[in-house]
């Protein structure tokens, strides 16, 4: 099953290889890793997508938490929770084609960020399933170039990950 | 006062309490070897391969409640530390290693020695750190002691440039230290430790399973008493051997791969298996699906959560360091009023004492024409009334002394049981003796891993370690073989040892004493002169039967039921 681990970490050189190397040294999925500091710079917020069963899913929080630099794990999908990622599309879009891709971004929430004779770029920022319908909602010939940023998640309400 | 980076160093070690450290030196360790030069509370052993050095460290921490230490350079230095750095991760080995890097603004460019040592050993250390700055260094290394010896330990890795090793800044070893994200675990929760001993109370075939978490805790004591109050079959694995007496009659010996009848049948067909520092590890209870097959309640307390519920479901975890743990087992235990209950016990001591005799206990047959390798270690722990730190390499002989030698105290026995390394066994044994001086300590190899780290017969002869090696040469990769002539049609691709150099001459061209022993007959008395040589080293060359197995053996994949026993005798 998909899950979204969210974690909070020391921010130092080579913290992120730690969690990455773990991953793969024990053969763990990842889909998908966003990684950043928090207004408290000494510490890195990372959101990791991945999936396996029950068990794997149970060792990949806690070889998580045995990291030194890992300070705390909340596996969110155990709760109520929200998760946005950000994407960037560049499509080729001349004359009436830009204004039918325009539309469709509109529908989706999207903004046109960046537009030149022959392309035009749209920022979305949404679940990373209703990233993926968009794509599936543009001619798929016309994309020129994806960039997303894997998930970020967040408890709702009380559900806090803090030190 | 101001000291360069390596002085603070050095004064680290000192406050740590460090005696001796295993190291070569090189260039960007240069600054620290001055300032170690410069001083004689730390003391240094020169070893001749840095995979030696770790695991001199490794034997002497191993031994001794202390925290081993490794000194190497750069580059090959390092790379060279690495298996031994990998072996003590595998065992969960309290370490230290200081390894000096090319100067801090020569990183990244390829220098001379050069290699990503925070990279190439991420995946076999607990932690490691690279020092960026001379402030840090005093922290940093009292965190690394931390960390190797708390919670799970492990070894702790902390790589120094050479031009931050040089620097100079005012020096005071920190107090105390606290990782914020890192807190290790103490006392176990008590309502799952009520839940436990209801359990077992309740069990009608009740079973131990200790491993080698249980010496790393120093727990044996309370490990012994528990086991006793409980009246319950106990097994120790590999790692754990010595946890609980060997010789006792509730031991009913090793589990798993060469293990004994009674204790895989007891391990498969008990109804509640409670496992102490032990992780079910692949050797130990084979086939997974097959262990899984028999319905049983498994209670597991470990100082790692994630070592609980890795390879089997567990119906009570316990998180907890054991020595705390099994206190409050026993608490719980003689405060409770309902008692074992007596006729199923009798029951299932009857059971397990049919397995002894079905299993035949641990048996070969002796010759009087040819060395058998068993009979050595028999022999072996006869003349050293069963009280010798005794190390061992990887292969037949580490299970034949496994199996014959009685472990009746922890840290006796120093083996490298998860990672397997051949080679570990000589420059454990000097770790060992170092750190017991005084005590017999033997090694026990094979031809084979012998040759991996032979060279330190010329440490052994510079710091007067009278070990006392004990070399099964079957002129074979005997494990290996055993495993092709099982396995693989008795096609014996390239484990036969040829063109082996004559051991005697060896051991004398380092300056110390070597013995070939042909004959049967010529066994007791060569240890006994051996052994009876309490300032040299002895090499034993015992020429012993190529075609000897071990035996029991539960195949690869196959479940504890499915273990094969010796040949018709
Ligand atoms: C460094 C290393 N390389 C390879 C192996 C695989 N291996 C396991 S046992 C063994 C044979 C060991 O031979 P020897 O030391 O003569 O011991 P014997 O089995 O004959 O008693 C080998 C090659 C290993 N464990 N370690
Ligand atoms: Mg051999």
């Given at each position: 099953m998909r899950h979204i681990i969210s974690l909070l970490m020391e921010n130092e050189a080579g913290a992120l290889s730690r969690v990455a190397g773990l991953f793969s040294a024990r053969g763990y999925n990842i889909e998908s890793l966003a990684v950043a500091p928090t207004e408290d710079p000494t510490l890195s917020r990372m959101t990791i997508v991945t999936s396996g069963s029950d068990a794997v899913i149970e060792q990949i929080n806690k070889q998580l938490n045995k990291l030194i630099d890992v300070a705390a794990v909340m596996d969110l999908s155990e709760g109520e929770h929200l998760e946005r990622e950000l994407m960037l599309v560049k499509v080729r879009a001349e004359g009436a084609m830009c204004d039918e891709i325009k539309r469709v971004a509109k529908g989706f929430h999207g903004r046109v960020i960046d537009e030149s004779n022959s392309t035009c770029t749209i920022e979305l920022t949404d679940t990373c399933a209703k990233l993926d319908e968009f794509l599936q909602a543009i001619d798929r010939k016309l994309i020129l170039e994806t960039v997303r940023t894997g998930a970020s998640g967040i408890g709702c309400g009380e559900r806090i990950l803090k030190l | 006062m101001e000291l360069t980076g390596a002085e603070i160093a050095i004064r680290c070690l000192q406050e740590e309490g460090v005696e001796y450290i295993f190291g070569y030196p090189g260039g960007a360790v240069l600054h620290i070897y001055d300032a170690l030069f410069q001083q004689d509370k730390v003391k240094h052993i020169l070893v001749r391969h840095e995979q030696a050095a770790v695991h001199a460290a490794d034997g002497y921490a191993r031994s001794s409640e202390n925290v081993g230490v490794a000194l190497v350079t750069s580059g090959p230095g390092i790379t060279n530390a690495v298996t031994g750095i990998a072996t003590a991760y595998m065992d969960s080995i309290p370490m230290v290693i200081i390894s000096g890097q090319v100067p801090s603004y020569a990183i990244g460019e390829d220098a001379f020695q050069e290699v990503d040592a925070v990279g190439i050993t991420r995946p076999c250390v607990k932690h490691n750190f690279l020092v960026k700055d001379v402030k840090d260094i005093a922290l940093t290394i009292k965190k690394a002691f931390y960390l190797a010896k708390s919670g799970r330990p492990g070894p702790v890795l902390v790589d120094i440039p050479k031009d931050i090793s040089n620097q100079k800044t005012a020096y005071a070893y920190p107090a105390s230290v606290n990782i914020r994200s890192y807190n290790p675990v103490g006392k176990g929760d008590s309502a799952q430790i009520k839940r436990a001993v209801q359990m077992l109370l309740e069990a009608k075939r009740p079973m131990v399973y200790a491993g080698g978490g249980v010496v790393l805790a120093g727990a044996s004591a309370q490990l012994t008493e528990f086991v006793r109050l409980l009246g319950a079959p106990c097994t120790n694995t590999l790692m754990g051997l010595g946890g609980y007496p060997a010789t006792d009659k509730l031991f009913v010996g090793m589990p798993g791969m060469h293990g004994t009848y009674e204790a895989c049948m007891a391990m498969q067909y008990c109804d509640v298996l409670i496992a102490i520092g032990a992780r079910f590890d692949d050797r130990v209870i084979g086939n997974v699906e097959h262990f899984a097959q028999v319905p049983r309640k498994i209670i597991h307390i470990d100082i790692d959560p994630s070592s609980i519920a890795k390879r089997v479901k567990v119906d009570v975890p316990v998180v907890g360091d054991l020595k705390l743990v099994l206190g409050q087992l026993l608490g719980e235990l003689r405060s409770s009023k309902q008692k074992p209950n007596a006729s199923d016990m009798a029951t299932w001591w009857k059971q397990v004492d049919e397995w002894r005799v079905k299993g035949g206990g641990l048996r070969y047959k002796n010759s009087t024409e040819i060395i058998k390798p068993q009979y050595v270690i028999e022999k072996l722990y006869e003349i050293t009334a069963g009280d010798a730190f005794i190390t061992s390499d990887v292969g037949q002989h580490q299970m034949w002394a496994a199996q014959y030698?009685?472990?009746?105290?922890?840290?006796r026995w120093i083996n490298s049981g998860g990672l397997g390394t051949m080679g570990f066994g000589l420059p454990a044994a000097m770790g060992v003796q170092l750190i017991n001086p005084g005590a017999t300590v033997a090694c026990v190899t094979g031809e084979g891993s012998i040759q991996m780290n032979i060279q330190e017969l010329s440490t052994c002869k510079q710091f007067h370690l009278p070990i006392k090696v004990v070399s099964l040469n079957n002129r074979y990769l005997g494990m290996v073989r055993q495993w092709q002539e099982f396995f693989h049609g008795n096609r014996y691709s390239e484990s036969y040892m040829d063109a082996l150099p004559d051991f005697v001459k060896l051991a004398e061209a380092y300056g110390h004493i070597g013995i070939r022993i042909d004959k049967p007959s010529d066994v007791e008395p060569a240890l006994k002169e051996a052994f009876a040589r309490k300032k040299d080293l002895v090499f034993m060359d015992f020429q012993t039967d190529p075609t000897e197995n071990v035996f029991p053996m539960v195949p690869g994949g196959k479940g504890l039921s499915e273990v094969i026993l010796a040949e018709d005798l």
């Open positions: - | 030698y009685k472990f009746n105290k922890p840290r």
